[in-house]
């Protein structure tokens, strides 16, 4: 009956949100980008994908790979996901032709099975971590000896951002030069313990309508924005190096001045593609604003915003400042319908500063949920299973 058995590996996956960010690619195919870049591992606690992957002699040949993501089934024939599969499948049959005792794994349909443990809806980084989920869960059940630095390079395939989602704590992205992308691949700067004063709020926007995905949208301004190449060459460059350090030395105050301008900048490229592409919104203006204003009542930098392809603020701030910077938006959205406050401590914080009216109304208005988060681990193994021993969905 060995040929019957269901082999599964479990694992979750963290998001990120990156401080100096990825924007462009030099080739498509590879998904090899234009500039290195850096984020932050948000906790799973949070945010976080847990993937099954499981495969099987009595999986029938003819169903081929499945994903059934969230519930519902997923199309995997995209050139990305193709990429990890194959990938990962080769790693594991050079391991089988190595050492013919193992099971061939590697000739087995994958029944992947994954689920978020927030809402897709929120426009939140859901492919980073499931791109990671996927490729890291495969690789426990393949038993490949990969680094995480290795399987990056694999996840990448699937999504850029994905790549830096295979480590907790600071991680960066570093471009690489090679033209076959064997050396464009995510490290880790710091430990999640390095700096674990790390807070994030996200405050979800809610967009009336889905805008450009980050995919066609870097593509746009990689050949239309001429201010692009400037951020390229001279500005990503310079704010890896200040942030690294900044991390290193837990500087916040560098760390977030590099936040916000590296954010305005890659926004910027955005309004200089032609026709423009404009992520952000008013709410995410306000929210800019707000932080701007915190940060003065404060008298030094508290709080950094930063924006993805989409209208949501990610605010980072230091445990010591929560008062200062949730108390400001908390009471912000006071009576608005808002879901995500941590804990009931967070009612007794007096209001950090009091907002300008119109900043104040359109927060309130166009805010629609916030994650109070924190810095986080990397993926990690777990025994909580979505495929059952028989093989079905569990
Ligand atoms: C703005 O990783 O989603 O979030 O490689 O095409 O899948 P693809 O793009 P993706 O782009 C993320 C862009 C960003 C910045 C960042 O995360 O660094």
């Given at each position: 009956?060995s040929?019957?058995?269901?082999?599964?590996?479990?694992?979750?996956?963290?998001?990120?949100?990156?401080?100096?960010?990825?924007?462009?690619?030099?080739?498509?195919?590879?998904?090899?980008?234009?500039?290195?870049?850096?984020?932050v591992?948000?906790?799973?606690?949070?945010?976080?994908t847990?993937?099954?992957?499981?495969?099987?002699?009595?999986?029938?040949?003819?169903?081929?790979?499945?994903?059934?993501?969230?519930?519902?089934?997923?199309?995997?024939?995209?050139?990305?996901?193709?990429?990890?599969?194959?990938?990962?499948?080769?790693?594991?049959?050079?391991?089988?032709?190595?050492?013919?005792?193992?099971?061939?794994?590697?000739?087995?349909?994958?029944?992947?099975?994954?689920?978020?443990?927030?809402?897709?809806?929120?426009?939140?980084?859901s492919?980073?971590?499931?791109?990671?989920?996927?490729?890291?869960?495969?690789?426990?059940?393949?038993?490949?000896?990969?680094?995480?630095?290795?399987?990056?390079?694999?996840?990448?395939?699937?999504?850029?951002s994905?790549?830096?989602?295979?480590?907790?704590g600071?991680?960066?992205?570093?471009?690489?030069?090679?033209e076959?992308?064997?050396?464009?691949?995510?490290?880790?700067?710091?430990?999640?313990?390095?700096?674990?004063?790390?807070?994030?709020?996200?405050?979800?926007?809610?967009?009336?309508?889905?805008?450009?995905?980050?995919?066609?949208?870097?593509?746009?301004?990689?050949?239309?924005?001429?201010?692009?190449q400037?951020?390229?060459?001279?500005?990503?460059?310079?704010?890896?190096?200040?942030?690294?350090?900044?991390?290193?030395?837990?500087?916040?105050?560098?760390?977030?001045?590099?936040?916000?301008r590296?954010?305005?900048?890659?926004?910027?490229?955005?309004?200089?593609?032609?026709?423009?592409?404009?992520?952000?919104?008013?709410?995410?203006?306000?929210?800019?604003?707000?932080?701007?204003?915190?940060?003065?009542?404060?008298?030094?930098?508290v709080?950094?915003?930063?924006?993805?392809?989409?209208?949501n603020?990610?605010?980072?701030?230091l445990?010591?400042?929560?008062?200062?910077?949730?108390?400001?938006?908390?009471?912000?959205?006071?009576?608005?319908?808002?879901?995500?406050?941590?804990?009931?401590?967070?009612?007794?914080?007096?209001?950090?500063?009091?907002?300008?009216?119109?900043?104040?109304?359109?927060?309130?208005?166009?805010?629609?949920?916030?994650?109070?988060?924190?810095?986080?681990?990397?993926?990690?193994?777990?025994?909580?299973?979505l495929?059952?021993?028989?093989?079905?969905?569990?």
């Open positions: 009956m040929s019957e058995k269901v082999y599964r590996a479990s694992t979750t996956a963290p998001v990120n949100i990156a401080v100096v960010k990825y924007w462009g690619k030099r080739d498509a195919k590879l998904n090899l980008p234009t500039n290195s870049s850096l984020s591992t948000l906790s799973q606690d949070d945010l976080r847990l993937t099954t992957a499981s495969c099987s002699a009595s999986f029938p040949a003819s169903e081929g790979d499945s994903l059934l993501l969230n519930g519902s089934p997923s199309d995997i024939s995209g050139a990305r996901t193709q990429a990890c599969l194959r990938e990962l499948r080769a790693r594991r049959a050079a391991l089988e032709a190595a050492d013919p005792s193992l099971p061939k794994l590697s000739t087995y349909p994958l029944r992947l099975v994954s689920e978020n443990n927030f809402p897709t809806a929120a426009g939140l980084a492919s980073a971590a499931g791109f990671a989920a996927l490729v890291r869960a495969v690789a426990n059940l393949y038993e490949l000896k990969d680094t995480p630095s290795e399987l990056s390079k694999i996840a990448r395939q699937g999504s850029g994905a790549c830096r989602s295979l480590f907790g600071y991680v960066a992205w570093r471009m690489g030069d090679k076959d992308g064997t050396d464009s691949m995510a490290d880790q700067v710091a430990e999640a313990a390095h700096w674990p004063e790390m807070r994030a709020l996200i405050l979800v926007v809610s967009a009336a309508k889905k805008g450009v995905s980050s995919s066609s949208g870097m593509q746009q301004t990689v050949a239309t924005s001429g201010l692009f400037q951020r390229i060459t001279t500005v990503v460059p310079e704010n890896m190096a200040i942030m690294e350090n900044a991390i290193a030395e837990r500087d916040f105050e560098k760390f977030a001045e590099v936040t916000m590296d954010s305005n900048s890659f926004h910027a490229t955005c309004a200089d593609t032609y026709p423009p592409i404009f992520y952000m919104n008013d709410v995410s203006r306000a929210a800019i604003r707000a932080v701007e204003a915190i940060n003065e009542k404060a008298g030094r930098t709080a950094a915003y930063t924006f993805d392809a989409g209208p603020a990610v605010i980072y701030y445990e010591k400042d929560t008062e200062a910077v949730v108390g400001t938006f908390y009471h912000a959205l006071q009576g608005a319908d808002i879901t995500g406050w941590k804990n009931e401590s967070i009612k007794e914080l007096k209001c950090g500063i009091s907002l300008d009216e119109n900043v104040a109304a359109l927060i309130k208005g166009g805010v629609s949920r916030v994650i109070m988060t924190s810095v986080g681990e990397g993926p990690a193994p777990t025994e909580e299973f495929v059952a021993e028989d093989g079905t969905p569990a």
